[in-house]
Structure formats: structure tokens, C-alpha cells
């Protein structure tokens, strides 16, 4: 499985998975709680306070437009994230798109392709001489 960046989840939409806590700027305030399977927002941005990340969000309207902005505590056990297949889908198009930039179309298709062809080309050598035997 493909790493996943912090910048990927940005304009996803996260969900608690457990109660989930959510804190002002510096992380000492409780600003609000989620319960199991709340829909906590749209992730805006994220920060980095020692090892530990944090999730952005606008919790309502008016912390958006005075950007008012809450911090939930990155947990992947306690929060959900229903875009992940998609985000590790794009990693993967994105790394296949490098390959093929990379190598070129040709290579790229013959050094994925190559072994299958090999072995169709060997059954349809092969297949003809084991049907004459099977018959006789």
C-alpha cells in the first residue's frame, strides 16, 4: 500500500470513528465533540506541532468566515476517511504516469505486458502438439 501524505487529505471530508475531540489554535480549549460516524468536515489545511499532526477544519459558517479554524488530532483509529480508496488510487495513477514518463510508453507496456504474451504465444506452440497427443 502506498504512503499517504498529509497534503492528499486535504478537501476530503473526515468522519469520527470514535468521540473525537476538536480544539481551538494551540490545542488547550475544547471547542467541540463528535460522536461515532459524525461527520467532522472538510479538512482545509493541517499543522505539525512536534510529531504530532493535526487536522484543520471550520466547524460552521461563521468560524469560516471569521477563519476561526479547529484543530482535531490526527488518530487513525478514531478517524474515517471515505476517500481513501480514491486518494490511494490517484498515488498509484500518479506513480504509473511517472513510470511512463520516465520510460516511455513502449517500455513501459512491454515490461508489464511482455510475460503474458510470452506465455500466449508459447500455449498456442504448445497447444496444438499436446491435442494431437491427448487424441492418439
Known amino acids: ?6 497534503d492528499k487529505v486535504v ?9 473525537v ?3 481551538e489554535p494551540g490545542g488547550k480549549i475544547e471547542k467541540a465533540t463528535f460522536s461515532p ?8 489545511s493541517y499543522i505539525e506541532i512536534g510529531n504530532d499532526l493535526y487536522w484543520m ?19 487513525a483509529s478514531k478517524l474515517s ?14 506513480k504509473k504516469a511517472a513510470i511512463i ?3 516511455g510508453v513502449f517500455s513501459y507496456y512491454l515490461q508489464t505486458y ?13 497447444l496444438p502438439s499436446i491435442v494431437k497427443s491427448v487424441r492418439k
Open 1 to 6: 500500500m502506498p504512503n499517504i501524505t498529509a
Open 11 to 19: 478537501n476530503h471530508l473526515m468522519y469520527a470513528k470514535t468521540n
Open 21 to 23: 475531540k476538536a480544539y
Open 37 to 44: 460516524g459524525q461527520l467532522i468536515g472538510n479538512v482545509y
Open 57 to 75: 477544519f471550520y466547524l460552521t459558517p461563521t468560524d469560516y468566515n471569521n477563519f476561526n479554524a479547529s484543530y482535531v488530532k490526527h488518530d
Open 81 to 94: 476517511l471515505p476517500d481513501l480508496p480514491a486518494i490511494l488510487d490517484e498515488i498509484q495513477a500518479q
Open 101 to 103: 514518463a520516465k520510460d
Open 114 to 126: 511482455l510475460p503474458y504474451i510470452v506465455g500466449a504465444v508459447v500455449v498456442a506452440i504448445a
